[in-house]
């Protein structure tokens, strides 16, 4: 894998090293290094060019993100090496127990249908936006609007994978068109769709 730009994304990142060590700058250019990294949410970070390394991200209302709230800036977790995907999928199916239900019920609905505007989704959960916005920001760290940006770049990656060329992939995922994707991409990933994609369909990078 190539030098990543530095980015932010959304959701817990677990990085592992399949051999030797994985290497990453935070926003103060400082070097951390390790077996496994764990990023969270919000935390800017370059990850540097590694010959192979696992890619997990955890959202942020998953249950296994609750084993990883304790982590503040980048970390280095030598005690996650021996951890799968099976093992992170487990617990990621299961719902925080962290964060407000219905924050969580929130996210899990953007999940199913990101088209919904802020007034709708807040309506399905019993809040007011104003309320649904405040409640993101506490206990989320970031704006809900990023979040849900985020997942809708999820989805297209997942469209990308499926074999959908940029312009379809967009559009799947409710970007205004592949320019707009490309911009959140790199915003959130450090990487372009094209730097992206071979790693995608070689499944090198999981999300959970």
Excluded at 116 to 143: F, I, N, W, Y
Excluded at 164 to 175: D, V
């Amino acid at each position: 894998m190539t030098d990543s730009a530095a980015h932010r994304h959304a959701a817990f990142q677990i990085v592992v090293a399949v051999r030797g060590e994985v290497a990453m700058l935070d926003a103060c250019e400082t070097c951390h290094r390790g077996t496994v990294l764990v990023v969270p949410p919000m935390t800017r970070h370059q990850l540097l060019a590694a010959a192979d390394v696992l890619t997990y991200f955890v959202e942020p209302h998953s249950a296994f993100a609750d084993q990883l709230r304790e982590y503040d800036g980048i970390t280095s977790a030598s005690q996650l090496h021996g951890l799968g995907e099976e093992g992170i999928r487990s617990s990621a199916v299961h719902a925080s127990s962290a964060l407000d239900p219905r924050l969580v019920a929130a996210m899990d609905t953007t999940m199913a249908d990101w088209e919904l505007s802020m007034p709708e989704l807040a309506a399905r959960v019993g809040l007011s936006p104003q309320r649904l916005r405040a409640l993101a920001r506490r206990e989320l760290g970031m704006p809900l609007t990023r979040w849900r940006a985020w997942a809708r770049l999820r989805r297209a990656a997942e469209a990308l994978t499926d074999g959908q060329s940029l312009a379809e992939a967009a559009a799947t995922a409710s970007f205004a068109d592949q320019a707009h994707l490309t911009r959140w991409m790199r915003e959130m990933m450090g990487l372009t769709p094209s730097a992206v994609l071979p790693v995608l369909r070689a499944q090198s990078r999981r999300a959970v």
